[in-house]
């Protein structure tokens, strides 16, 4: 090689180099350590590879902030643990954008942004406003008392399914006399929570096993992601080497949803003049629209539901079966739940949504297992709008920016004994709810749409079956704390638990 070439090439790395000491933003919270091009994220695998947002804690401690900086490839990514900088991003609006261009974000929207989770602006604030105000009449967030009778259906259909056993050889997959596969069990219930809202229909049990097709989808997609946005986030290349870094059952169960949407929708469209759920007035507005650039088209109707049913199908499941198992691990809760229960409906009839205002121990169980078990570690990333501040740290315009609910949750200067399961936190001395200081659905103009409805739901699904049935361990089977999937979130891994009436 010429020494002409050589000091060219040296030239350009030097260049690099520089460029790269440089290119730091003044006054950014202090940073985890960094390499050109791949950033921090090597870092977080280094230091835990199966727990890479427990990174973020471990550098929080040794650089003595409760804001960090991490740099995902060249994304300026800051971190906040601490509640007042949580509540902060949350809720100021400047925090309010998304990260739209992400290899993962794409691929999910037909290769554009699309939906009501990864956009923003305009179309987002048209989208989530028709999508609320429509939801809300048919049982999405507001007490509604046909939905609040067919929920009471599912639940004792759930019942009766524990109870009895299987009726066809595919519910014997998930159901055994004496025995259930958790969260298996729980799809029919869960989907058909959301699919009455969306469709004004529900999944009868013959055709359960359409509804566990697409949960298992769902969860393998949320199996495939990362919590931290992962390589192929920042590296798009990478979705070309197969299935290294799990992207083709990411683009595989994508398709497996976004299909099974599909067919429900065109059966829909045969009885646009029933006003049935959300997707027959959606189909109506885009029959109705007669402008070109209108947001509501067929594409963005498909990754709304998805973006809806990701949650509802995957979040309320593994909620329900992490409550289940911190309570087997805890058996004084299991006691006063069901004592509770037992005192203020008893056993003559199922628990109503009418209920969880007198069941606050219940109810505390359950806010306490969104804290101890954080089904999202990192919640949904933000991006700054503009050049700004947080906690007098600057925010450079389109930094991602990150609650690390994990750390808030874990922070023993705010729960005193954040290791312990303890429900009793969540209540005062005379037994009533006092503040929630966790964010598990956001907060602000962000806030999870479906918080109110999702809450219900696991509430009622969890207290009936803390009512009707004692479980315990089933020797060999992954039922201990730990046994769990990170991917896009916290997963409890399929688990057999025995069930016994009471």
């Keep these: 090689m010429s020494p002409l070439l050589v000091g060219i090439f040296l030239l350009i790395i030097g260049y690099k180099l520089y460029e790269f000491l440089n290119s730091t933003p003044k006054n950014i919270p202090p940073s985890l350590p960094r390499l050109p091009v791949i950033g921090s994220y090597w870092h977080l695998l280094w230091h835990n590879y199966t727990h890479p947002f427990k990174t973020v804690l471990y550098y929080a401690h040794k650089l003595r902030s409760s804001i960090v900086t991490c740099y995902l490839g060249n994304t300026v990514t800051i971190i906040a643990s601490d509640y007042s900088s949580v509540k902060d991003i949350l809720t100021r609006e400047e925090f309010d ?39 809300r009449d048919f049982g999405f967030g507001r007490r509604h008392e046909k939905y609040e009778a067919n929920m009471l259906e599912e639940m004792s259909i759930l019942v009766n399914m524990l109870k009895d056993g299987p009726i066809n050889d595919k519910e014997k997959e998930y159901l055994k006399n004496g025995y259930a596969l958790f969260p298996d069990v729980l799809y029919p219930c869960v989907t058909n929570s959301i699919w009455d809202i969306f469709f004004g229909e529900r999944f009868n049990r013959s055709e359960h096993d359409q509804v566990r097709y697409l949960c298992k989808a769902v969860m393998l997609l949320q199996k495939s992601g990362d919590i931290t946005g992962g390589a192929i986030a920042q590296f798009s290349f990478l979705k070309h080497f197969g299935n290294m870094f799990k992207y083709r059952d990411f683009s595989k169960s994508n398709h497996e949803i976004f299909d099974f949407i599909k067919k429900h929708i065109e059966k829909q469209r045969h009885f646009t003049e029933d006003d049935m759920g959300l997707v027959s007035r959606y189909l109506k507005e885009i029959e109705g629209t007669k402008d070109a650039t209108s947001s509501f088209t067929m594409e963005q109707l498909v990754v709304l539901l998805g973006d809806l049913m990701l949650p509802s199908l995957s979040v309320m499941p593994s909620v329900i079966v992490h409550a289940i198992k911190c309570a087997m691990h805890n058996p004084k809760v299991v006691k006063n739940v069901q004592n509770e229960i037992d005192r203020v409906v008893g056993t003559g009839r199922l628990i109503t949504w009418e209920d969880r205002k007198n069941l606050t121990y219940t109810e505390a169980t359950v806010r306490e297992t969104l804290r101890y078990e954080t089904v999202t570690p990192f919640g949904v990333f933000h991006k700054a709008l503009k050049d700004t501040t947080l906690s007098g740290f600057d925010v450079p315009k389109d930094a991602a920016v990150v609650t690390n609910l994990t750390g808030l949750n874990n922070d023993p200067d705010l729960w005193g004994d954040p290791e312990n399961f303890r429900p009793e936190r969540f209540l005062n001395e005379k037994g009533e709810l006092g503040k929630d200081y966790t964010f598990p659905f956001g907060l602000g103009h962000r806030v999870c749409a479906g918080e109110t409805f999702a809450r219900y739901i696991v509430f009622q699904t969890f207290a009936t079956l803390m009512q009707n049935f004692d479980f315990s361990f089933v020797k060999g089977e992954p039922t201990g704390l730990d046994d769990k999937i990170i991917g896009s979130m916290v997963i409890p891994e399929h688990t057999w638990i025995r069930i016994e009436p009471r």
Excluded: C, D
Aim: cysteine-free; overall charge positive; aromatic content about 12%.
């Design 97 to 135: 954008g998304r990260l739209m261009n992400l290899t993962t974000t794409l691929s999910a929207g037909y290769g554009k942004p699309l939906g009501i989770f990864f956009i923003e602006g305009p179309v987002w604030q048209e989208q989530r406003r028709f999508m609320l105000r429509h939801m």
